[in-house]
């Protein structure tokens, strides 16, 4: 069994989408259970407009749910504090920091990889807005340069994940352009997969 925990000091940078394309890629693969741990319910909520392709657990009845699967994802709201982050790191396999590509989101990032020390996490760059913009490129460098470990794939902007959402499913079900944003968490997916060492 493998866990994976979505989380961040900040809110609205895509923590949920993210826990749930994650469990849309690993449900290819195994038997997965999203944990939803935020009191908004985000993902809860979303799997209750439509359908999606794993089970969905509110963290309070996610105990007898999770045994014998072979991914756990857990979604979290923001926190602020980070030894809360460092508690989640012991309990899961890899902790994801999905950051928007901003100069505001860079000081406190560095300052919650420091206190992350040695445990196993990575930053992700979500919400990259298209070319000619470098943002996205710009901020995985400076993270890079600061020794913070820094997916090299990075979720572009798009409104297919908004569509995604009204309709309760993954993006994966969408057809043309509102699809691309799965390529992305695809491409996410195998990089993590390489990092849980899972064949
Ligand atoms: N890659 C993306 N492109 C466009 N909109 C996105 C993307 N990722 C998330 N969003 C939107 O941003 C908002 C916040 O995303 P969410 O995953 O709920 O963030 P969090 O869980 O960190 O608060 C939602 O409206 C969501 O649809
Ligand atoms: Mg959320």
């Not at 406190?108 to 298209?130: E, F």
């Not at 000619?132 to 600061?146: F, H, I, Q, V, Y």
Request: contains cysteine; proline residues 6%; aromatic residues 6%.
């Amino acid at each position: 069994m493998k866990i994976v925990t979505v989380t961040g000091y900040k809110g609205g940078c895509g923590k949920s989408v993210t826990a749930i394309h994650l469990a849309t890629f690993f449900s290819a693969l195994g038997d997965v259970v999203l944990v939803d741990g935020d009191p908004n319910r985000t993902s809860i909520a979303w799997g209750e407009r439509g359908q999606l392709p794993f089970i969905v657990a509110d963290e309070r009845k996610a105990m007898k749910i999770v045994q014998g699967r072979d991914f756990i994802v857990i979604d979290t709201p923001a926190r602020p504090d980070s030894s809360d982050l460092k508690e989640l790191a012991e309990g899961a396999d890899l902790l994801i920091l999905p950051t928007l590509p901003d100069v505001v989101s860079l000081e406190p990032m560095l300052q919650t990889a420091s206190d992350l020390g040695n445990a196993s996490y990575k930053a992700l760059l979500t919400i990259v807005p298209p070319k000619p913009s470098r943002e996205g490129e710009t901020m995985r460098d400076d993270l890079k340069a600061n020794g913070i470990p820094v997916f090299d794939t990075m979720i572009r902007r798009t409104a297919g994940f908004q569509k995604a959402a009204l309709a309760g499913i993954p993006i994966r079900e969408l057809t043309g352009r509102d699809r691309l944003g799965w390529l992305d968490y695809e491409s996410l997916g195998k990089e993590i997969l390489e990092v849980l060492g899972h064949e």
